[in-house]
């Protein structure tokens, strides 16, 4: 049977409207990091082009020589900035950094990534190939909510989970906004959209 990763683990999913605690597990992903306006910054389209070809490959690896299939889940990111008003106020995009991630099943390690990254070079293609890698990510307690609408929609949602409801249950935030794009925006309206809104936590 094929494991759909974003169903069993039980983090990922969220309602919308309702912000709330999750304790999310140790998890290990692809990632590769840029700076800017994800819409213009050059990084950010290279990113992509590098990120979804190794989870494919991968996910080919691991059915192919361990016999065990996976649905390849869906984008990921990290965002932060020096400032992080930028987020809830101007969205001031081009101060913007990032980490594009892509979940990774725990039955693989470093060794099937390299394996898989080397049939990803013989092909071409992936401008920053070289520079995505493996990482654990252990975010433990997190505030989130579903967001439904547009990516620049969110701002007031964040302001809400941020300096509402995190202060409000004695915590103060701690490592990046992380932004789990549960709709292909190549496919879907942008009213449409459902991004998991995500900030790790910790008591005060």
């Known amino acids: 049977m094929k494991a759909d990763l974003r169903k069993e683990i039980a983090s990922y999913s969220a309602r919308r409207g309702v912000l709330e605690l999750v304790t999310v597990p140790p998890l290990q992903y692809l990632a590769v990091d840029g700076h800017g306006d994800p819409n213009t910054a050059p990084g950010y389209q290279d990113a ?22 996976y649905t390849v889940p869906p984008l990921e990111g ?43 070079a013989r092909k071409g293609g992936a401008p920053l190939l070289d520079a995505v890698r493996l990482e654990a990510l252990d975010e433990g307690l997190c505030a989130q909510t579903l ?44 009213e449409r959209l459902r991004t998991l809104l995500r900030q790790p936590v910790r008591p005060l």
Do not use: I, N, Q
Not at 79 to 103: E, I, S, Y
Not at 153 to 160: K, S
């Open 78 to 120: 990290l965002w932060w900035a020096d400032d992080m008003a930028v987020f809830t106020g101007a969205r001031d995009k081009g101060r913007w950094a990032w980490t594009l991630l892509v979940l990774v099943p725990d039955w693989l390690a470093a060794e099937h990534v390299e394996a898989a990254r080397s049939t990803v």
């Open 48 to 69: 992509l082009a590098s990120l979804y070809p190794l989870a494919y490959a991968l996910k080919f690896l691991s059915r192919r020589e361990l016999g065990r299939d």
């Open 147 to 190: 967001h439904v609408g547009p990516y620049d929609d969110e701002g007031p949602v964040l302001a809400e989970l941020h300096e509402r409801f995190v202060p409000e249950h004695g915590l103060r935030m701690t490592g990046r906004h992380h932004e789990v794009y549960l709709s292909d925006a190549r496919r879907t309206a942008p």
